[in-house]
């Protein structure tokens, strides 16, 4: 039964997983992306059934007098046969039949003196459990019963006269059934109480956890809001779509602080239908240092003709300004000096990279000649990094991809099984900050929860 009560919000530490590209020595941040996650979770009828049946023994009821009841000269036991079944009904209720054996022994007589006679036969008790889950994180039934179904009456055979003891049985039978609707009750409201879990779990995601030893790399994981759709009553389970809108932050460096615990989990909001399919948003971070590193691979001793002369790229760096990225080239040979292309970064979906759109040039040299030839050299060096530089996403998209699949399809505690597909994944906005580049992946997918082992 635990395994199903951190189901709401414990199993998505490894949805949300990042990785660095490089080893950064300063700290930075990265931005705080809201996201939200929706699935179907499904709870077959059949654990509820093991956890009534686990709480109720075999034998329901033992009669062992025949003077009680105003010397009625009667004894009876009832046993459970069979495991209690449950069926989903059509207005947010559970049928439960509970299958039953009955030994019963009636003495029949005058002035003290009785012919005992005894006679074992079998009916099913019918209950109808009207469920509700409120917004508090517990559930509550209501338990009636729903009358008998009898697979043989009962009848004593003294030989000659037979008598049917239907309504002595049903008399005792109905006020163990009264009773035993309240345990039910009783039973379901304890077990199904999910709010201490709910705080268990909320509680869990105030401790950032390490995703990435190697580049020191921290999330945070904060979930805001939680919705639930009405529950649905099927003939073997119990459907409901669960939303969860989170803040998920990236940090690396040293371990960022905790968020503040809490005492008692938020009341969930229910709304009348969520998506079967979701989108989240995660962030994948590169840092200015690799960015130079696949600049200087691309360019560095790098040659363009100039004027039948040679102008050739010796070092080079990227950096960021304001919302522009900044490559600064070193040159020498015909025109020695630094030139300066600026961009504002986009994703190329083709090229499957980060590229500069709106580029501009600019030369610095103390040479005047030089600057004559730097229209030249600009429709050159600008159109070369144009179609030449970018920051490859191909296997960022494909590892991530990857790692979320992977933490879709897990069980992640027994009984609590996942099940999910990324539809499509790819970056959307590219945003600066003073260290690095942040690609803001926006992912499509489903995912389905699964609830065995109560």
Known sequence: MKSIKIVFLFAFAGVFGQTSVSTQPNPYNFPKIKSSITMPVTIPLLEISNMINASVGDLIYQDDSYTDNNNDQFKVKVWKTRAIRLVGGTNNNLLIEVPLKIWAEKGIGTLGVYSYQNTTFETVMSFNTTLNFQNNWTISTNTKPNGFKWVSKPVLDYGRIKIPITSLVE?????????????????????????????????????????????NTWLKVTPVKVNITP???????????????VY??????????????INSAANFNFLPNLADQFSLQTTANIPFTEASNIARQTFLNKEFDIQNSKVKVTDIRVYGIDDKIMIEAQ????IKGTAIISGIPVYDEVKRKIVLSNTKFKLKTMNILHKTASVLFQGKIVKTIEQEYGIPTQELEDNAKKSIEEAFNKEYYKGLKMNGRVFNLKPSKILLTSTGITAVIDTNASLKLLLNGM
């Open 171 to 215: 008399k005792n039978l109905i006020e163990q059934q009264q009773k035993f609707a309240k345990t039910i009750d009783q039973q379901m409201t304890t077990q199904l109480n999910f709010q201490q879990y709910a705080v268990m779990a909320w509680n869990v995601f105030s401790q950032p956890f390490n995703i990435s030893e190697e580049y």
């Open 231 to 245: 529950l649905k009553f099927y003939g073997n389970q119990i459907n409901t779509n669960l939303g969860i809108d």
């Open 331 to 334: 040159t020498e040979g015909y």
């Open 248 to 261: 998920s932050e990236t940090f690396t460096g040293s371990k960022p602080a905790a968020s503040p615990t």
